[in-house]
T-cell receptor, first 113, second 113 residues
Framework: SQTIHQWPATLVQPVGSPLSLECTVE??????LYWYRQAAGRGLQLLFY??????ISSEVPQNLSASRPQDRQFILSSKKLLLSDSGFYLC????????????FGQGTRLTVV | GNSVTQMEGPVTLSEEAFLTINCTYTATGYPSLFWYVQYPGEGLQLLLKATKADDKGSNKGFEATYRKETTSFHLEKGSVQVSDSAVYFC????????????FGTGTRLLVSP
């Protein structure tokens, strides 16, 4: 069966520090991968998606970047965090063209102080 | 662009009460529709889905019907339990194959004994 791992679960970082969140998927090949952010009191916003190794699409301009160095690995990064980067970050995967659901990781609670 | 609107919360109910959470959408074409549930501190879990008009998704006593004429996908449950307390998200997925989800802002449900 497929599983998705996301870490760390919580993170407190100072303003201006770098960020690296990692997500890996097991049990499937060539998944679509996504990073979503949930700001306090708001819905989920799609940040990045990827349909293959090295292929990244950004949905909104921001202080973050994403990379996909391996088929089932998706990394969210920042060189210098801002206070506004605080939120709950969720990684997800789906099967391309399936018109079905996406499957989510447990999320990372990021607090920038 | 595509969008999802769902009722503001919190929704507060007593155990065994009837639940309705309204959701309407705007989309080009014919999206797939979903309800996700988020328990405290966790990621999102798919609750139910529907992929075409008049489809009824159901799971764990929850139901929602894809109404194309009213562009709605309201969530219902006949008798809620304390364990149903969570945040519920309505979402749609386009049919480009990229499976990008567009979410509503979420509705918090609080069920008291």
């Amino acid at each position: 069966s497929q599983t998705i791992h996301q870490w760390p679960a919580t993170l407190v970082q100072p303003v201006g520090s770098p960020l690296s969140l990692e997500c890996t998927v097991e049990g499937t090949s060539n998944p679509n991968l996504y990073w979503y952010r949930q700001a306090a009191g708001r819905g989920l916003q799609l940040l990045f998606y990827s349909v293959g190794i090295g292929q990244i699409s950004s949905e909104v301009p921001q202080n973050l970047s994403a990379s996909r160095p391996q088929d089932r690995q998706f990394i969210l990064s920042s060189k210098k965090l801002l206070l506004s980067d605080s939120g709950f970050y969720l990684c997800a995967w789906s099967v391309y063209g399936d018109r079905g659901e996406a499957f989510f990781g447990q999320g990372t609670r990021l607090t920038v102080v | 662009g595509n969008s999802v609107t769902q009722m503001e919360g919190p929704v507060t109910l007593s155990e065994e009460a009837f639940l309705t959470i309204n959701c309407t959408y705007t989309a080009t074409g014919y999206p797939s529709l979903f309800w996700y549930v988020q328990y405290p501190g966790e990621g999102l879990q798919l609750l139910l889905k529907a992929t075409k008009a008049d489809d009824k998704g159901s799971n764990k006593g929850f139901e929602a019907t894809y109404r194309k004429e009213t562009t709605s996908f309201h969530l219902e449950k006949g008798s809620v339990q304390v364990s149903d307390s969570a945040v519920y998200f309505c979402a749609l997925s386009d049919r480009t194959g990229f499976q990008k989800l567009v979410f509503g802002t979420g509705t918090r449900l609080l069920v008291s004994p």
